[in-house]
């Protein structure tokens, strides 16, 4: 393995002399480039591996190349050159719409001899429901008899009125609960100064009965009647169904924080919920005349009066319900039944607006009852064929929803 002339020079016995281990050493190191030539075991190296013509890094498991890219030919000169493209926009997202469908709206009309009595049998052809004077296509029709949802809202203030006709107001308010069906649900709210909750909704009539009878001791003069109003039209949103507010009072606002105007807004917005209204005031009036003549301020109190009266009427036509004036305390109770007998029996429509704008806007509405396929109204007839006078109880109209953006 050492190079022949290496060899010699260990063989050779001329030298008789000892070499020490750095001459030995640097003997070594010199002939080292001379033993890296030589091939191990005899044989010729390996040509080395050329790298690619391209060349390129070296890889994990060989040296791998990057191919040149193809030149395309020149192109041919132009004689005008093309004008310059204004650089593409990136395309935005589509946009997406919610669609809302237009709402199918509920009439409720109860439809009433002169006397108060419901007039069953009708169909719909006999019905025609006018949207600010154009006529809608009825969907549906029934005549239903629903179940009462009620709250009893009882002004219960500190002042003559109370002790005159508290007592019989609540006789009558006696009366109605003692008419409630198995499924009926009816709440109690008195209101002075403010509403107090004196049961909430319940179909235990012995429940009602003692919270009617809570009603004893009156404590403020205020009757705020349009914020007690106002807050019962609010607790009733969340409550399905058809919904009534039977209000008794004498409709004399003292100084409540919701103005007239905001309450019949409210109620306008509120398309299910109906409005009965007893008014205390014209028989108190009665009562005072009868039992002291025409005291000092008798004619302001009037005027005071005829207004509360108008204001609860209002409300209940507005709604769909009705407004009751008892002169004496004996009709209270007959007031009572007929409100109950008139949840009760209605006529039920649905039809889908020909606007189908949802803009907030109020509808008007109008039903009319009509011989079947004539523009004529209809007369209905007792059973001794005699023409009964009739009147058509519904909602003034309603608010169009807006639509979700």
Do not use: C
């Not at 016995?13 to 050493?25: D, M, N, P, S």
């Not at 009882?154 to 109370?162: C, G, K, L, S, V």
């Not at 012995?206 to 349009?226: C, I, Q, S, Y």
């Not at 009964?388 to 519904?394: D, H, S």
């Amino acid at each position: 393995m050492y190079p022949r002339f290496l060899r010699k020079i260990l063989s050779s016995t001329r030298f008789g002399i000892v070499l020490t281990g750095a001459t030995l050493a640097l003997l070594i190191w010199i002939s080292l480039p001379a033993m890296a030539e030589q091939p191990v075991g005899g044989k010729s190296p390996a040509p080395a591996e050329q790298l690619p013509p391209d060349g390129g890094p070296q890889g994990e498991i060989g040296p791998y190349a990057i191919p040149k890219k193809a030149e395309a030919p020149p192109a041919p000169p132009s004689p005008v050159p093309p004008p310059a493209s204004a650089p593409k926009e990136p395309e935005s997202p589509p946009s997406y719409s919610l669609s809302v469908n237009v709402p199918v709206v509920t009439v409720e009309a109860m439809v009433l001899s002169k006397d108060g009595r419901f007039i069953p049998g009708l169909t719909q052809d006999n019905f025609r429901i006018l949207e600010d004077g154009v006529a809608q296509p009825i969907t549906s029709f029934g005549q239903t008899r629903a179940p009462i949802t009620s709250v009893l809202l009882i002004e219960f203030a500190n002042n003559n009125y109370t002790t005159a006709f508290l007592a019989d107001a609540l006789r009558a308010a006696y009366a109605f609960t003692g008419d409630l069906k198995p499924n009926d649900g009816v709440a109690v709210i008195e209101y002075d100064i403010k509403p107090n909750i004196l049961l909430d909704f319940t179909q235990d009539k012995t429940a009602v009965l003692g919270a009617l009878n809570k009603l004893r001791f009156p404590g403020f003069r205020e009757r705020n009647l349009f914020d007690a109003l106002y807050d019962a039209l609010d607790r009733m949103e969340d409550v399905k169904g058809r919904k009534e507010i039977i209000v008794i009072g004498s409709g004399v606002d003292t100084f409540s924080k919701i103005t007239y105007d905001k309450l019949q807004k409210k109620i306008k917005e509120t398309n299910n919920v109906t409005i009965f209204t007893v008014s205390t005031g014209r028989a108190f009036n009665e009562w005072l005349d009868a039992h002291y003549g025409m005291l000092p301020g008798g004619q302001m109190r009037s005027l005071d009066y005829l207004q509360a009266d108008n204001q609860m009427r209002t409300f209940a036509q507005m709604s769909g319900g009705r407004w009751y004036d008892p002169r004496f305390q004996a009709e209270f109770p007959e007031a009572f039944r007929d409100i109950s007998n008139s949840v009760r029996n209605q006529y039920t429509m649905t039809f889908k607006p020909t606007n189908p704008k949802l803009d907030g806007s109020y509808r008007k509405l109008k039903i009319e009852l009509l011989e079947p396929g004539t523009d004529k109204p209809l007369i209905i007839r007792n059973q001794k064929n005699k023409e009964v006078k009739y009147q058509i109880v519904a909602r003034d109209g309603y608010t169009a929803g807006r639509p979700v953006e």
